[in-house]
């Protein structure tokens, strides 16, 4: 069987792989997209916390919608708790972030793939990848399905367990692009204490031959952990007499295209609050050497540190009285709370002891206890900023696999590799956004610049450009762009249109209408004016669109620092951008010093930009490439002739 792409996966980063491949293929003459995956059932299954965005994250999720994705869709049809993070701050690293229904965002997922012409589901697991040599040049040309594997169609919408047409024997499904996105589950083991389960999920197995075949195509693999929490019985928990945590009363949509008349879709829950205490800290210390997370148990280099196991945290934090636990429920029905804040590896008798030890939840009965996975990775100095690998042509890295951690994350990913193997197959350019673009484009530039110890997760710190990269402009930013990539449809489009309309009106009534002297744009610029204040001054048709004049205000806040940024960003855009001829050897470089030179052949960075980050590179190593790069250019010149 032939088709266009295939994406090996079914988690977020595969979910956005396919959908963008699809979109870009049905944009230029249409096309099929195979999406592999072991259980299609479990097809956009939450494996930790129930929760989309966050800081940083939130900015992802918008650029994700901007560029036609599903992440925000899918939140804002499922989300039963809205809140904006950071709101003491300025609107720059403010975050949107929702509680999902878990259960309802897998169905919501698999409705949405299952809906698209072009993308066709098989449930299987890769056992090989299909790899051509030419003229020592290898390119990916499918891959190999055990026996087993088959199509699976969707039933109302939703995608069934196993396949209705199982092979009986393996299957080779030939591609000229391919997209591995296998999380968690490469080579995966799963700890609790002692015990030990290969999978990359409860009650999943494990992706091992891919592992092998990475290795033998000369792929540098290494090996991360990561945790979850346990989940309790709401009922034995004395639940109204926590803390509460609740939502914003005007919560405010991920996506561009969910229609605020009927927003939130799903009834909105309250979260509570509890501690951990100094008798469970002392319960943790005396167990250490029993929790394989942190006794060095697991053969991995290591977990998030900036989403530490509770045993990382008691010993990191030893002067520390207590951690906040938020009690987060996973559904709107059902019974299951996630312990957001003490993910753990310990064994069950222990986890139980600190469960208990928190107030509220004296009588808590475990549902599921933490556990822990060791899972392999790529080294992402391996791929490009497209997501295409450097050692085989066509084969695209996104999600976990690169050593990132997060939905989100995964799912900015997903969608820059899909799009770009939709692109190669019809013979354009991958796709690679810029730092000054988005935030998914520094997440893309760190993994190709940077080795990842720990899994990467984002943080608004690591943008130097934030001011100019709010959630609140990410279709402004990028949507024209999608629309140019033919991610971008009709109806979107058109939504787009609209608002950017009636965001230009905004801004000529703030620069005409004058109160008491100032006009509204100057009293925008005063950081106590709100967008409720401004918008009673604007003419009522403007004014009813808030989030607009919200958006406006911010737009007058940060002017003139954006000037100045765009000016800085425009000198530097030449040099940022100037690639680097994939032929030009850097032992070939005269006076390069022999570090550069190491690093610039472990890497290979493809714009002069990243190799002025790479650690090893310095600036008089990039004037020296800079010379070397016009140097190539004349001797190609002179050698195509006049």
């Known amino acids: 069987m032939q088709v266009d792409v295939i994406v090996i996966g079914g988690g977020h980063a595969g979910i956005e792989a396919a959908w963008a491949a699809a979109n870009a293929l049905a944009s230029d003459g249409g096309g099929i997209v195979a999406l592999v995956t072991m259980d299609p059932s479990r097809l956009g299954t939450m494996s930790c916390n129930p929760a989309i965005g966050g800081l940083a994250k939130g900015q992802i999720v918008r650029e994700i919608d901007a560029l036609g994705g599903v992440m925000g869709r899918i939140a804002d049809a499922t989300g039963i708790m809205f809140k904006m993070l950071n709101t003491s701050r300025g609107a720059a690293v403010r975050g949107p972030r929702c509680q999902n229904d878990k259960e309802a965002y897998r169905l919501e997922a698999q409705r949405l793939v299952a809906s698209h012409s072009g993308i066709v589901v098989v449930a299987g697991t890769v056992d090989e990848l299909l790899v051509e040599r030419v003229s020592g040049r290898a390119t990916i040309r499918g891959v190999r399905l055990p026996a087993g594997s088959g199509i699976a169609t969707p039933t109302d919408g939703v995608l069934p367990v196993g396949a209705d047409t199982p092979s009986s024997e393996p299957i080779e499904l030939g591609a000229d692009a391919v997209v591995l996105t296998t999380g968690t589950f490469m080579r995966a083991i799963m700890h609790v204490g002692d015990d030990r389960t290969q999978g990359g999920r409860v009650g999943e197995g494990s992706a091992v031959g891919i592992a092998a075949t990475l290795r033998d195509l000369g792929f540098e693999l290494g090996r991360l952990k990561t945790g979850t929490p346990p989940r309790l019985s709401k009922a034995s928990l004395d639940w109204n007499g926590l803390p509460t945590q609740a939502g914003d009363a005007a919560p405010v949509p991920f996506s561009d295209l969910t229609d605020p008349a009927t927003f939130p879709a799903m009834p909105q829950v309250e979260c509570r609050i509890t501690d951990t205490t100094t008798a469970i800290h002392e319960l943790v210390r005396a167990n250490l050497h029993r929790a394989p997370m942190f006794s060095g148990a697991i053969d991995a280099e290591a977990g998030p540190r900036y989403c530490p196991s509770l045993e990382d945290k008691v010993v990191r934090f030893a002067d520390r009285e207590s951690h906040h636990v938020f009690l987060e429920p996973e559904t709107i029905d059902g019974d299951s709370i996630y312990c957001n804040g003490i993910s753990t590896s310990l064994p069950a008798d222990v986890q139980a002891g600190i469960v208990r030890g928190m107030r509220g939840c004296e009588r808590a009965v475990i549902l599921k206890s933490g556990y822990a996975v060791e899972y392999d990775m790529v080294r992402p100095h391996q791929i490009d900023a497209t997501g295409e690998t450097k050692i085989v042509e066509g084969l695209y890295l996104a999600g976990q696999i690169n050593g990132t951690s997060g939905y989100e994350e995964a799912a900015g990913q997903g969608l820059v590799a899909g799009l770009s193997a939709a692109r190669r197959v019809r013979g354009r350019d991958g796709v690679r956004l810029g730092r000054d673009q988005a935030y998914i484009g520094v997440m893309m530039d760190d993994l190709v610049t940077r080795i990842p110890r720990e899994p990467y997760r984002m943080f608004t710190s690591r943008a130097e450009h934030r001011l100019r990269l709010r959630h609140d402009n990410a279709d402004e930013r990028l949507t024209p762009l999608g629309r140019e990539l033919g991610v971008v449809d009709d109806h979107r489009w058109s939504c787009w249109q609209d608002r950017e309309a009636s965001l230009a009106e905004i801004h000529a009534a703030c620069a005409r209408i004058r109160v008491e002297g100032r006009t509204l744009a100057e009293i925008a610029r005063r950081p106590e004016t709100t967008a409720t204040e401004l918008a009673r001054h604007l003419p009522v048709e403007l004014a009813a669109a808030l989030p607009l004049v919200d958006r ?18 425009r000198r530097q855009r030449a040099a940022e951008h100037a690639e680097i001829p994939a032929d030009l050897d850097p032992r070939s470089i005269e006076g390069l010093r ?13 714009t002069l930009g990243q190799a002025g980050r790479l650690a090893g590179v310095n600036p008089a190593d990039v004037t020296l490439i800079q010379v070397a790069m016009r140097r190539h250019a004349e001797a190609r010149r002179i050698a195509d002739g006049p």
């Open 552 to 569: 406006a205000l911010n737009d007058l806040r940060y002017a003139s620092f954006v000037r100045r940024a765009d000016t800085e960003i």
């Open 594 to 606: 022999t570090e550069a030179i190491e690093v610039l052949s472990r890497f290979r960075p493809r």
